[in-house]
């Protein structure tokens, strides 16, 4: 069974930064590829990146490209999304999710993993 658990999330002005970070446990993190997702009040469940088994290939959502980094740290079976000039359009609960194969997914049915969530507020 494996278990993620974000951290990491706030309140921050628009044009500001967060960390958030998802530590997995429970079963080997290496052979996963693993992606964080936002949901929005009354709106679906969104890929914002996602990032292979291997570190090698990162994958954004249009709107995140440019300001958002997502990396992973095998070692310490943590990944990141480091969340930079933030906007108020990127208020959400953000979800880290897992799948146990070596491609990225970005729809949310391609995750049988997923955390708690994490609360982000960007205000204005």
């Known amino acids: 069974q494996v278990q993620l658990v974000e951290s990491g999330g706030g309140l921050v002005q628009a044009g500001g930064s967060l960390r958030l970070s998802c530590a997995a446990s429970?079963?080997?993190?290496?052979?996963?590829?693993m992606a964080w997702f936002r949901q929005a009040p009354g709106k679906e469940r969104e890929f914002v990146a996602g990032i292979s088994w291997s570190g090698g290939n990162t994958y954004y959502t249009d709107s995140v490209k440019g300001r958002f980094t997502i990396s992973r740290d095998k070692s310490k079976n943590t990944m990141y999304l480091e969340m930079n000039s933030l906007k108020p359009e990127d208020t959400a609960v953000y979800y880290c999710?897992?799948?146990?194969?070596?491609?990225?997914?970005?729809?949310?049915?391609?995750?049988?993993?997923w955390g708690q969530g994490t609360q982000v507020t960007v205000s204005s």
């Open positions: 429970g079963r080997t993190f290496s052979s996963a590829a």
């Open positions: 999710a897992a799948r146990y194969s070596a491609s990225v997914y970005s729809t949310p049915s391609g995750y049988p993993y």
